[in-house]
RNA sequence: GCGCAGGUGACAGAGCGGUCAAUUGUAUCAGACUGUAAAUCUGACGCCUAUCGGCUACGGAGGUUCGAAUCCUCCCCUGCGCA
């Protein structure tokens, strides 16, 4: 039952260091950055890539899984082989889909903050009228929430009826899908919400937290609870407290917060869950989040940034993001970051060469982008595991963000 | 030379008497992206102006009309067909 152990921690803060071992061999280094996986792949890149581009973890998802497997989920073949990745593997319970297609589009919330713009798609009459049926009064709202689980109308599946998810659904299908650690089903809230909707909802999350527990038969699999309580003090060492006297094998921090509400969100939860157990920031990751996530506590962090920002034309360095689709990396022949060893970069992949293939569309350019910044923020990890070895974790928080801050006059590196 | 089809903002391509500085796509520029509704989305995109507003524009020159990118005449140019 020992599969988490420190190894290290920082004076001066909660940091510190970890090794994480799965019950069938998986080894990860904490601080350590998790891949997001969705589909049961990462997007634009092969197992080789995934390997090359030092990743330790990835996480899927069961919502996505789920709705793409159907029936024949029975016969998956597990998520290990899908990925053919032999590191951790985690999955989500589908609990940020409840939000993500629920009350983040009603409210146009997102993860962290807001949108900064709408996003309207056409919704066909039928899937309204379900919508309507189900109870769901907002048209962008595909979501319904009920003490027995969630009611998902998808536009994007082209819904004829609801479709369910319940906490010992959400098991039972992580359990077919075989990550090695698995999420507690949750209702993420958004910030739009009030004290009672939100001490409402936790209380819910609370109370399928034991359902999951109760549910869970693998013994290969270790259970992660899940912290809500929205961005109120009180709720959140409530949530921390009751979720941290669980018998869960590790803990996560959930919910939708503005950006100075993360750090006393962390700043809450974190005294109340076990020391000796890991503690995951659900859906968090650009680099000064991480930063102050590791600095309250946290051990491993996922996030869609590096690969998302990728697809997307975003290069991370340690002095920023830049865009490659610029006309300015036309005939750029440096790297994509001085000194990077990922594979893109190794490959003599120049910035002036991927600004081509964005602009021809590419395949590959999605690819190169994604190798390197997955690699750029696991090279981050590791080089902040160091730092907290060797005691120097503040000063190397300190060099971090001024490199970051460093952008604004020269994104050149 | 004859016949037909055309010439619209960087390009492609709508519009065919007023609501047109002109739909849309591409390109360009700027921005966003945090348990993936996302290889996506938003905004700008003739000139001047912070804004109101003004100015110049739909091959060229005239004309008809209260009013023209849209109708008429002539001219120039392009593509296809026939000689």
Redesign the pocket.
Known sequence: MDFFSITGRDKNTRARTGILKTKDGGVVETPSY??????GA???LNSHDIKNSKTQMI???T??LFRELGESIEHFEGLHKKLEFDGVI?T??????????GF??EH?V????F???????F?GDAILALRAKAGIRNK?N?VRITNAGAWFI???YGDKHPIVLTPEMSIEIQEQLGADII???????SPKHGYWYTTWAMNRTHRWALRCIKKKKNNSQLLYG?V?GGDFEDLRKRSAKIIGGMPFDGF?I???FG?EE?RNVIDWSVPYLPDDKPRHL?????I??ILDGVERGIDT?????????A????IWTRFG?Y?I????YLDNNEPLANGCMCPTCIGGITRGALYRL??E?D?S???YA?MHNVFFFNTFMKDLRDAIHVGNFSEFKKQSLSDLNSNNRDESR
Not at 92 to 101: E, I, N
Not at 110 to 113: C, E, F, L
Not at 183 to 189: I, N, V, Y
Not at 311 to 314: F, P, V
Request: charged residues 30%; glycine residues 12%.
């Open positions: 998790v891949v997001v996986g969705t589909r990462v997007k634009t996480i899927s998802n919502y996505h985690m989500d319970s589908g609990g940020f889909q409840v939000f993500s297609l983040s589009r146009n997102s993860k962290v903050g949108f900064s713009h709408k996003k309207n798609g919704i962008k595909s998808d536009e994007s999420l507690a089903f949750d209702e993420c809230t899940i809500q996560a959930g919910g939708s950006k993360m659900l859906g968090v990751g650009r000064e989040d962090f996922d996030c869609v940034i590096p690969t998302r920002e697809r997307h034309g975003g993001r865009d689709k610029k006309t300015k964005f602009k569309k395949d350019a999605g690819r994604t």
